[in-house]
């Protein structure tokens, strides 16, 4: 989830302008030459402008934001937690009394097999 904003980030400072093609069949204008020029410049001046923004540096500094809003909610979620006490969602207490007894099965020679025989009977009314 941290590395979507750097991958972003990478991507368009990686990213270069688009140039435009010069490759006309009619007559070129005066006019038009000053059309593509400014079309360039724009497109120069934003390209600049991008990777001005996006550099490691801020990058870097997204980067501990993000880290600090992350504690920020990670502290804030540990410390309500505390303070709600008791819920009653919260494991109850197991008497010492109460055993849970499953089906008993030796697995090994037929000499032990009769360890089996009234193993549960044994355990659960103990």
Request: some cysteine.
């Amino acid at each position: 989830v941290l590395g979507l904003p750097f991958v972003l980030a990478t991507a368009f400072v990686r990213e270069e302008a688009v140039p435009l093609r010069a490759a006309r069949e009619v007559p070129r204008t005066a006019e038009a030459d000053a059309e593509e020029d400014e079309a360039r410049t724009a497109a120069r001046r934003e390209a600049a402008e991008r990777r001005r923004l996006l550099t490691w540096r801020t990058a870097g500094l997204a980067f501990v934001g993000a880290c600090a809003v992350w504690g920020v909610v990670a502290a804030g979620w540990f410390g309500l937690q505390g303070l709600r006490g008791d819920d009653e969602d919260a494991a109850p207490t197991v008497s010492s009394a109460r055993v849970a007894v499953l089906p008993f099965s030796v697995r090994g020679s037929e000499e032990l097999a009769y360890l089996s025989e009234g193993m549960v009977d044994l355990l659960s009314t103990a």
